[in-house]
């Protein structure tokens, strides 16, 4: 989403308390940790897609198979922390000048099914419709009222409920990234997704490389078993920062994105290792506010500027992720997120 558009809807916010920056203030505030450090991107973008290449290495040369899932499962945490460098590349917020690292996450991008055409479309889709009601899932997953619920058909209501049930994001691999992401917008448009034809060339020739030099369980421990990790935690973290009980939703005239970012986007507390392991996705609050500070910044960001200390929050628990599934829809009248049985009383 282009920062310019953000700067204006964020300052038409109508809430704005003596002393309390919101808006296009907040917004600038932000802006000192725009900055990047060059050297400080590449020694964290290096570091770990050479972690993770040395993890699924290992789990693919060790012979003993525990070790082997072991080193699986570490791959595929790192594949996580690689996909948050990726995304911020995307964004513009890390190395956007260099030449090298276009090609290292284009082609990271390919080998991992997510296609840089159509993952660009449907994220700054979704950047710039945060916190807004869609029963479409173009770039996010849908989101509805309760009145809407109430008056949909039995085969919408079924639809609506099969796209945000957890068995999606468990097989977020071949469904949101396989078919989602890359198959579906190239056969819809072949000319415009030339290159998710390339991605779907790239995964399943380095699997069937893979395949003829160690069959299938070098295939299993290197790519399908850290993938669908890998997949269904991103899947997981983007679903919940924008579907979690203490959520608010504004109407689409108070919308904006400042509202967005602060009020349907959430901060998700996690341990010192899960976050690295997720490169700081939890403040996404922040991100939200502002696509073009570094990962590695937003900490910094978030200790610096009070207005973003008091986030609505959300975890890794366990009651707090069957909250996210179970809370689907926002009911209008009583202005909360509610679930599938209190819509219908």
């Known amino acids: 989403m282009d920062q310019g558009n953000l700067q204006e809807s964020g300052n038409s916010s109508p809430e704005h308390s003596e002393g309390i920056r919101v808006g296009r ?25 050479g972690l993770m290449i040395a993890a699924l290495t290992a789990a693919g040369v060790i012979p003993w198979w525990p070790l082997r899932v072991v080193f ?14 990726f995304h911020d590349y995307l964004h513009g917020a890390i190395l956007k000048d260099s030449r090298i690292a276009y090609w290292l996450f284009h082609a990271y991008g390919a080998l991992t099914l997510t296609p840089t055409r159509s993952w660009l479309a449907s994220h700054n889709y979704h950047h710039g419709h945060v916190g807004q009601i869609s029963s479409a899932s173009v770039g996010a997953f849908p989101l509805i009222t309760a009145r809407m619920w109430r008056e949909s ?58 395949w003829m ?9 290197v790519i399908l078993l850290p993938m669908t990790l890998a997949s269904a935690m991103g899947c997981y973290l983007f679903f919940a920062q924008h579907s979690f009980r203490r959520m608010k939703i504004a ?16 901060f998700m507390r996690m341990n010192r290792v899960m976050q690295w392991f997720t490169g700081n996705i939890g403040f996404h609050h922040i991100h939200h506010l502002n696509v073009r500070i570094p990962f590695y910044r937003l900490p910094d960001v978030m200790a610096a500027i009070p ?39």
Not at 35 to 49: D, I, L, N, Q, R
Request: glycine content about 6%.
């Open 307 to 345: 207005e973003l200390q008091s986030p609505i929050t959300t975890t890794l628990a366990p009651g707090d992720i069957a909250d996210c599934f179970r809370y689907a829809l926002w009911d209008e009248d009583k202005q909360r997120m509610v679930s599938y049985r209190e819509a219908r009383g």
């Open 25 to 49: 203030e907040l917004l600038a505030a932000t802006k000192p940790y725009v900055e990047e450090s060059a050297a400080t991107s590449w020694w964290y973008v290096g570091s770990t897609f």
């Open 72 to 85: 699986s499962v570490l791959g595929g945490l790192l594949m996580v922390r690689a996909f948050i460098t």
């Open 251 to 266: 109407s689409s005239e108070d919308w904006t994105f400042y509202r967005g970012a602060m009020e349907s986007s959430s």
């Open 153 to 210: 058909t039995w085969w919408q209501r079924f639809a609506y409920r099969a796209q945000r049930n957890p068995m999606v994001v468990l097989l977020s691999y071949p469904i949101v990234f396989g078919l989602n992401i890359t198959l579906i917008p190239l056969l819809k448009d072949p000319g415009k997704h030339f290159d998710s034809l390339i991605a779907l060339l790239s995964h399943f020739g380095l699997i069937a490389v893979l």
């Open 213 to 221: 030099l160690g069959g299938f369980s070098l295939v299993f421990f």
